[in-house]
């Protein structure tokens, strides 16, 4: 068994263990738009060969395996050519894809649309040759790690509606095959990169939904040395006293502002003393 597409359909219990006992050749896996429960089978760890694995729209929950990511077949540029012919369709980037002369060469992971818990990292960011990865609509908790910017042939990384919380990696500015990313409706903060892939990156709804993100493409401004997750630490002004340069600044036009005041006043006040003393005095010549 090379091909295994169960996909929606109405089945229920729990994903068949024996799967990944009994089909060491497997190389895709679709059980998709189901009602599975519980969690996944570690023994789908024993697949190795496997390349496409689709899980989504199911029940399930529990955490993701941590040998996902071990998978050779995930881990690969891709299998044979003349391995196997088919064609599969794939709903990715937002739209249904149809993969056919090219489907050897295909890599992914789209587990979205569970009740999957644990950490975002649970082995998935060691999945260096997978082009599409979808893990929204679960309940992941954790940091996006630096080494997601490993993922050098990611085309396509949705996850979206978790409870994810840190900056964006700077190192994911070096995923530059990445053409549709989806973090929305997670608790990201930070300053969103503007530099090399994320140049492209340009549609607000991809981080919609994160109250602590800011900077372009939304409308809601970073302020001055705010953290940005870069190589060696965040953001600063190189004086290590943050916004320190600011809080001076405004202290100089305060006092500035002070001075202007009480100059303008005495300069006023002394003017009406003078041309009161002068009218005394005349009228005291006048007297004589």
């Not at 996006?144 to 500015?173: A, K, V």
């Not at 990445?178 to 990169?193: A, E, V």
């Not at 001076?248 to 006023?268: A, D, Q, R």
Request: proline share 4%; glycine share 12%; hydrophobic share 35%.
């Amino acid at each position: 068994m090379v091909n295994l597409d169960l996909g929606d359909n109405r089945f229920t219990g729990k994903l068949p263990a024996w799967i990944g006992e009994c089909m060491h050749n497997l190389m895709i896996l679709y059980l998709w738009s189901n009602s599975f429960s519980g969690n996944i089978p570690h023994q789908f760890c024993g697949l190795s060969k496997l390349h496409i694995m689709n899980l989504s729209h199911n029940r399930l929950t529990g955490h993701i395996p941590h040998c996902i990511g071990n998978l050779s077949g995930l881990k690969s540029k891709g299998i044979d050519e003349i391995t196997y012919q088919g064609k599969l369709k794939v709903v990715a980037k937002g739209r249904v894809l149809l993969y056919d002369s090219t489907l050897y060469l295909f890599n992914s992971i789209d587990l979205s649309n569970n009740n999957l818990s644990g950490r975002y990292t649970n082995g998935t960011n060691r999945t260096h040759k997978t082009w599409y990865f979808n893990l929204s609509t679960n309940h992941l908790t954790g940091q996006i790690p630096s080494s997601d910017g490993n993922l050098e042939w990611i085309e396509t990384l949705d996850i979206s509606m978790n409870h994810i919380s840190s900056p964006i990696p700077f190192s994911m500015t070096s995923l530059t095959f990445l053409n549709h990313l989806n973090l929305s409706y997670n608790n990201l903060s930070g300053k969103i990169p503007t530099t090399n892939q994320f140049l492209t990156l340009d549609d607000p709804s991809i981080y919609q939904g994160n109250v602590g993100l800011c900077g372009r493409p939304l409308l809601t401004e970073c302020p001055n040395h705010s953290g940005q997750s870069k190589p060696g630490g965040d953001e600063d002004d190189g004086d290590g006293d943050g916004d320190g340069g600011d809080k001076f600044e405004k202290l100089g036009l305060i006092i500035n502002i002070v001075i202007v005041f009480f100059v303008g006043f005495w300069g006023v006040c002394g003017t009406l003393s003078s041309r009161g003393l002068g009218e005394l005095h005349i009228s005291a010549l006048l007297t004589e």
